[in-house]
């Protein structure tokens, strides 16, 4: 079984809006699309990018504002402190990605790289993070996280912005602004032209 399927298998677990099962369910797809950016045909392979770029960017950005303040209670302030570095690093990574051509060499060399370390971030989340979520906060607050990270998600960045990330203070000022312009040259570019990033 794959690392995917089993997130999968592990969030079909929890109730639908439990925060854990949220993220879960998004490494799944974050997984799925790594695998089709560095795999799959090549005239959808930047379309993949653009989706994993936007999942990325708006995952990170909620676990920011809404699981670290949570998971500093549960798992520690070091283990909230230590995701939120590794979040700072991957935006900065995702942002030189975003100004590379999709399937160019230094592109292809930068995404393995890049998806190690998004894959060992999963990781420490699902072994560190929400087991502590999960025995220290009841049902009831996992999904009121659920909700609040599924409702941030729909407002957030879709593009990496490496200034404000690894600090939820700024996520909450500065992510709003960011939103309108992401979501503004994401609504140009799908109409424009197939380099529109």
Known sequence: MSSAEQERAEAEKLPS????????EQHARIRDLFAAVRGGPAEQREE?????????????T???MIVRPAAKKT???????ARNEEEKEANKVLAELDKLEVGSERFTRLLADFEQSVSDHAEHEEQE??????TRLSEEGRTKLGKRILAVEKAAPTRP??????????????GPFASV???A???????????GR
């Open 75 to 81: 798992a520690g302030e070091q283990e909230a402190e």
């Open 161 to 174: 912005h490496p200034t404000a990330a690894g600090s939820p203070a700024l996520q909450w000022t500065v």
């Open 62 to 64: 909620a676990e920011e």
């Open 129 to 134: 993070e929400f087991p502590a979520l999960r």
């Open 48 to 60: 993949r990018f653009r989706e994993l770029r936007a999942l990325l960017a708006v995952h990170e």
């Open 185 to 195: 040259r994401d609504a140009v570019s799908s109409t424009g032209s197939s380099t």
């Open 181 to 183: 312009l992401d979501r």
């Open 17 to 24: 809006e439990d925060v854990v099962g949220v993220l879960l």
